[in-house]
């Protein structure tokens, strides 16, 4: 079983990924967090194989995540959700170690096997 945290600032975001997630028999979430900051505070208290992370948050964005999860936690793999992927942000995530960067417009798949790999 994979073992999933979402982080997003926006409810229905967290939601609608919850949602494709869920329904998928290897994965399972199992926390969400509302920014960067929230992550962290959780994020040593579970047994986590997968940050699912939007990368512009408030108090700590997704780019910053990946780099502090990383340095605690180099058995989680990051996965950073941007409607930036070219951005200099998001260049910074995956010079941080995120495993991937992709566009919120992607293909559900290619996240459900960013997930998985």
């Known amino acids: 079983m994979i073992r ?3 982080v997003d600032d ?3 975001m967290r939601y609608g990924l919850r949602a494709l997630l869920d329904v998928e028999a290897d994965i ?3 926390a969400e967090c509302v920014d ?3 992550a962290v ?3 040593d208290d579970l047994q986590l194989d997968v940050v ?5 948050m408030p108090r700590l964005d997704g780019a910053d995540l990946a780099a502090h999860l990383l340095q605690h936690r180099p058995d989680v793999r990051i996965v950073v959700l941007t409607s930036e992927p070219h951005s200099e942000l998001a260049a910074r995530a ?3 170690g995120a495993h991937a960067v992709l566009s919120k417009n992607t293909d ?6 960013a997930v998985r790999s």
């Open 108 to 113: 559900p798949g290619l996240l459900l096997a």
């Open 10 to 12: 926006y409810p229905f």
């Open 36 to 38: 960067g900051q929230q």
């Open 52 to 56: 699912v992370t939007d990368l512009k």
């Open 4 to 6: 999933v945290m979402i």
């Open 28 to 30: 399972e979430v199992i």
């Open 41 to 43: 505070e959780l994020a």
């Open 94 to 96: 995956t010079a941080a």
